[in-house]
Every structure is written in C-alpha cells, then in structure tokens.
C-alpha cells in the first residue's frame, strides 16, 4: 500500500526525540498517519534502539502504570533458586527445569536459537522438546476428543525435556540435533541450502522414553505486541477460517479450540505455535510451570513437570508457602508478568517508506503471502485492556492453524491441531531478529538460518506462494526480501 512517505519520516525524526516524560508527539503522529510503519498503533515505541529495540512498553502506557511493567519486568528476568531458602520470595526453582528465568529462553525478548551442539552446558533453553503419547486409557480418549488433555505426556518424562534441574535430582538427559543439507534452486542461477533437522535425547536418567513418544522441537518465539494479539476479536478470527476451502482459493485456515483452565471451558487458542494456549496469562503460567518448574494459581503443582515415576523429583522440597498463597509464583507476581507481556510494543519500521520495500509488499500481496499473514486489523474498544483498546495494528498473521505440508511436519497433535498443522506466526519485528541476537533463527525450530529459507520451507497450503518466490527474477525476490527484512 501507499503510505504518507513525509509523514513517516517527521515521525521518525520525532521519534528520536521521544522521551518516557511524555509520548503524546509519538501518539498523535502515528495516529495522523494510520499506516504500517507503525505496527503497534500507538503502542508503538518510535525511538530506533538497535538490540534493545523489543525491550520497551507502550508508547501510550500511563504514566502511572510504567512503574507495574518495570515490576514485571523485574520479575520476568528473576533468576529463580533451589527451595528451600531464606529469600522465600524468589525459591521453588524446578525440580527439573529448562531455564531459570523467563528472559532465558526469550533473550531481550526476541526469538530463541537452536541447541548449540559444542556447548554441552547450554541446553535447551530457549529451544525446547514437547513430549507425547497417543491416548491410552478410555478415560485419556475421552478427555482428548473433549479438549481438556491438549495432549498426553510421556508417563515418565512428562509433558517436556527437561535437562537441567537441581542438585540431588537427576536431569532427564540430554538433548542433540543433526542435520542434512537439501538444496533448493532459484531463478537467476542462485542454490540456497536448507538444513533439515533431526532431534534425539541421550543419557536418559529414568529409563526407556514411551514406544509411541512424540517429539516436537519449540523455539522460543519474540515478545512484542502480544497483548494486541490478544485484543483481536474472536468474531475476526473466526470470520477469517476458512476450515472446508469454501472460497476454493486452496487455504483452509482454521481455529485451534483449547482448554481454558480459568474458564473451564473450550474457547479460541491464539499463543503458542500450534495456538494451544487460549490467554497470554495461561501462556506465562504454562511457561512458569513446564520451563522453570514452579507452582502458579493455574497450575499449582509444586513438583513442576516432575511424574510419578520420578520419585526423587516428586518428594524435593518445594516454594510452596502459606505467605504466598501455598505457591512459589503467586498471583501478584503472574499478574505483574501479564501486565508487562502485554504492553511490550513493537518497534517502528525505520524503512517502511523505501521503494524496494513497497516493491516487496506488492510482490508479498500477489503471490499470495497475505492470504495468512493477514495484514491489518482494527481492534475492538476494550475498557479492560485500555493500551490495547481501538488500535490499528500489523501483525502479519492470522493465528489461525494451516497444513503447512510434511517438510514442517512434527507429527504431533495438540489439541485439534494436527501434526501437519501450525499457527501462522506473526511477522512483525521479523527483520530485527538478528539485530536483537544474532544467534535468532527462524521457523518453530530454528532450522532456517535467514528469512529466504524460512520462506522455502513453506509447503501445503503455501506451496503456490513458496513456489512463486523461487520463480522470482533475483530483483523481484530482493525487493521481498526487502519488505520482510522492514518488518
């Protein structure tokens, strides 16, 4: 789309200039000019801040309420330790665990990296395995096909690998990653190399993994604008699938019905990469739970991912106190986490005005691109989300799930999601992954290296626009690229 070119860069010169004192300047520009550089609405943090750029809340946060997200903040960063401890306020750690500390798996909350094989010591962290088996018991079958057991965990490791956890408690193993090369031809003469992964666990500490285990490798996905993700109506998203192809245009978008644990109730699932968690506060307290294994007011397990088999894990002190509800996170500190994930704003695009890049948007448009990562929505006036309420935003995505073919494939269910099937991600903040890490990497496992082999691995309902892109002259597939990398 056209955008007000001398707009956008009086608001950037502008932007520089914002300070936290006020950020009326910043608001009444971007309302002015209403276009995609600015993806947030006026949520969105105008000051270029280079590795920082996914670190600050929103442009139009109250003042009043700054001092709750650099609380969260504080608390998303928290270095959890071993119970039991004088500090009793930050103890429950585990006991097996995958980091200790949220903003160890979203580093300046930006996307994970892969495992690094050379460095046994650093784990999966911000690159995890989820673990499960079919339904066993009729009871299991039952409460599957109902919703309420998204999935079913190893009976001995759990729902997820864990390998760290505390002293005395053996760590479930090791996890390890190979790959092979599979080569991809483009017009104009280039061969780009795609790795394909292949994931095993090692040095298992209690015994043989389930003879039907199911494996899927998650990255740890960035941070910014998912309180405005939350904010998109239901009735959008559900007017946006598209289960049976109807239109016949060969994307069959569909939403992921999940289990509510607050609601005790099926509703729309929205986070996750599958769309298996249905809030962003269910979202954090999951992440509580499974990756630094401690106990929440959704799930109050003080043993963490720890099962029955595990004895020592199951009988290891515990957080829990009376002080603090009979948990180790209570509620002040996940509403205090919930408060900063949802105003973490996304940055403004510094570049969205070049002609490469508005070049790119069209070819992104053409080819179909657009048919999932949707664009543009206007949100709903929410006095219960005041930053969020009536904002313009550019997500990139529909959030809803797609086959996206056997090459992505993990062949692992969750919830209604199939094993082919995956969430589109947003793609706003895409083209400052690298810039945040340079470690980040892309797709739900990190097996792309860069935007362009991302974009190759698509199959199913996006094998026509993959296609397309790899018929491309090299100056049309440049300005792509171009437009992606200005997200």
């Known amino acids: ?26 608001d009444a520009l971007a309302q002015q000019t209403g276009d995609d550089a600015y993806p947030g609405g006026t949520t969105t943090w105008l000051k270029p801040d280079g590795r920082n750029a996914f670190t600050h809340y929103s442009a139009n946060i109250a003042f009043e309420k700054r001092l709750d997200f650099k609380l969260g903040e504080a608390l998303f960063q928290r270095l959890w330790v071993t119970a039991p ?13 995958n980091s200790r500390a949220c903003n160890g798996c979203h580093i300046r909350n930006g996307r994970g990296h892969p495992i690094d094989q050379s460095d046994h010591g650093s784990g999966a962290t911000s690159m995890l395995l989820r673990l499960s088996i079919p339904p066993q018991t009729t009871d299991q079958l039952r409460d599957h096909l109902n919703g309420k057991l998204a999935t079913i965990p190893d009976p001995v490791y759990g729902g997820q690998f864990q390998d760290f956890s505390v002293p005395g408690i053996p760590a479930e193993g090791r996890v390890t990653v190979t790959y092979k090369t599979v080569p991809v031809d483009l017009e104009g003469g280039e061969t780009v190399t795609l790795r394909k992964p292949t994931y095993g666990m090692t040095d298992l500490a209690y015994g043989p993994l389930h003879a039907d285990i199911m494996v899927s490798p998650r990255l740890a996905p960035p941070m910014i604008g998912l309180g405005l993700l939350e904010a998109i109506a239901d009735e959008t998203l559900l007017a946006k699938a598209d289960p049976q192809d109807a239109n016949g245009d060969g994307i069959s978008g569909r939403v992921n019905y999940v289990w509510d644990i607050n609601k005790d109730d099926l509703t729309i699932g929205r986070f996750g990469w599958k769309a298996g968690m249905p809030t962003l506060d269910q979202q954090n307290q999951n ?6 294994g401690l106990s929440t007011p959704l799930y109050p397990n003080g043993s963490g991912d720890c099962t029955e088999t595990q004895t020592l894990c199951r009988h290891a002190p515990n957080g829990n106190s009376p002080e603090f ?3 180790e996170a209570h509620s002040q500190i996940t509403d205090l986490v919930l408060y900063y994930a949802r105003n973490i704003a996304p940055p403004v695009r510094i570049n969205a005005g070049d002609a490469d890049v508005i070049a790119g948007q069209e070819i992104f448009d053409t080819i179909g691109c657009a048919s999932c990562h949707t664009p543009r929505y206007e949100l709903p006036e929410r006095s219960d989300l005041p930053e969020q309420s009536g904002q313009v935003i550019w997500p ?9 073919g056997d090459g992505l494939a993990d062949h692992r269910p969750e919830s209604q999601a199939s094993g082919r099937e995956w969430r589109t991600p947003p793609l706003w903040g895409i083209g400052r992954a690298k810039e945040i890490d ?34 491309l002259p090299p100056s049309d597939r440049s300005k792509l690229l171009a437009f992606l990398k200005s997200l």
């Open 287 to 292: 992440a509580f739970q499974f990756d630094i």
């Open 396 to 404: 990139y995505s529909d959030l809803l799930l797609h086959d996206m």
């Open 85 to 97: 401890t004088r500090t009793k306020a930050a103890d429950g750690l585990g006991p097996l665990f």
């Open 1 to 26: 789309m056209k955008r007000p070119v001398l707009n956008h860069a009086l608001a950037i010169i502008l932007g520089l200039a914002c300070g936290t004192a006020s950020t009326m300047p910043c």
């Open 325 to 327: 509800e009979n948990l």
């Open 438 to 471: 340079d470690r980040a990497q892309f797709l739900h496992d990190g097996r792309a290296t860069t935007i362009l082999e991302a974009v190759l691995w698509h199959g199913g309902e996006a094998t026509p626009a993959r296609d397309a892109v790899t018929k």
